[in-house]
């Protein structure tokens, strides 16, 4: 199936979708008000996804007043937000996630949604981690969208045959996948070459490497000694030599880019968070049967997670309506089904079933569960689920740094990671 035509039969799938979301009635015209929700959903696959949204809005009586910044990974949106802020003059939502969702109620800035959560009852339909991260002193004050999982391998399902090779479950089983693929003419690795995807990646190397505890003490305590340590040692010469399969024309590239040559064969492997999904369903192409999908090498026992949410912001009293059906749209059980079917995530409601949702989606429900009873559901450190930004900002340099680099040595940026854990702010520790 051609581009074009899979964009046509998503957009057909959306109108289907929509239907069956549209409520019998529509409220009436005084509640009627504008949203207007700044986001960074900007990818073909991403605006279907936002388009479920609008649509549920729009079916309510409101008006959608799109502030999209189109930035992946969204640190270009944080800094457009916070001017808006500053000069008084916020939007109805913001797409913010993670522990920046403290860091904005701590402001006051933020409007809570406690009465139509507790009218909802979302702490009985949400996992605890998820409620836990959506709440300010035991309030809500965000509302979840999705659970995405980070340590994913993709595998375009044709190269891999090509190369007679198999899905590989460790690193050596990777690299020797990535030989033969190469050895079939083919790219062995699709890389996305922004900050944000440098230190994506190198956590799922970090998690495969030197396993979970190894994680949790240098990347989520920034723990001197584990920043210093062999694991991380190997952890960087594991990642060095993951680019030595990469085209070497990755610079900057951005994850819609590094997702189009897995799709189209041109490349064999990428590792990618769920995202990526919206842009394989655009290139028409199935997860789970074009494209496999298997947890980064040696991280099958863990899942390390993103969670996007929204956050509302103090508005005038005549917005305050529409902002509620915002908070209460976002976690319809149908809106969930429909946003998620199109981003690539798993709905962040346990009650929705996922019968419509392809294997890749079964499996990463299956394995959030799994990690959340053996602890090993870890937060992110690339999409700010463990950290403030500005805390982590010093080690994604290094991290960058080293990738670009190639003189650089794993001894030099071990030395210069330890520095940079330094840095933070006391009041981070
Ligand atoms: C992540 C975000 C995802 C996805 C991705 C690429 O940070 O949580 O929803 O959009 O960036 O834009």
Known sequence: MSAMTAMGALAVRSVLLLAALLPPVLPSAARAGEVEVLHFWASGGEAQAVAQLKATLRANGHTWKDFAIADGGGGLAVVMLDSRVRSGNPPTAAQIKGVAIQEWARTGKLSGIEDVASAERWNAVLPRLVSDTMKYRGHYVAAPLNVHRVNWLWINAAVLRKAGAKVPATWDEFFAAAEAIRRAGITPVAYGGQS????????????????????????????????????????????????????????????????????????????????????????????????????????????????????????????????????????????????????????????????????????????????ARRGTLLPSVAHGMAHPAHTVAPLWDVVQQFWNQDRMTPREAMARLVAAAGQKPAAAR
């Open 196 to 371: 944000w995807l440098d230190m994506g990646t190198f956590e799922s190397v970090a998690i495969g490497v030197g396993g979970v505890d190894f994680y949790k003490k240098a990347f989520l305590e920034l723990d001197r000694a584990a920043l210093g340590s062999p694991a991380m040692e190997k952890t960087l010469q594991t990642y060095r030599r993951l680019k030595s399969y990469t085209d070497q024309r990755n610079m900057g590239r951005d994850w819609v880019a590094a997702t189009a040559m897995l799709n189209r064969g041109a490349a064999g492997m990428l590792i990618m968070g769920d995202w990526a999904k919206a842009e394989m369903l655009a290139a028409g192409k199935r997860p789970g049967t074009d494209i496999l999908c298997t947890p980064t090498p040696g991280s099958r026992e863990v899942f390390s997670f993103d969670i996007d949410s929204i956050v509302l912001f103090d508005v005038a009293a005549d917005k305050k309506a529409a902002q509620r059906d915002l908070a209460r749209a976002v976690m319809g059980r149908d809106f969930q089904q429909a946003f998620n079917l199109a981003k690539g995530s798993i709905p962040a409601r346990l009650d929705v079933p996922l019968d419509r949702f392809d294997a890749c989606a079964r499996r990463a429900r299956q394995d959030f569960q799994h990690s």
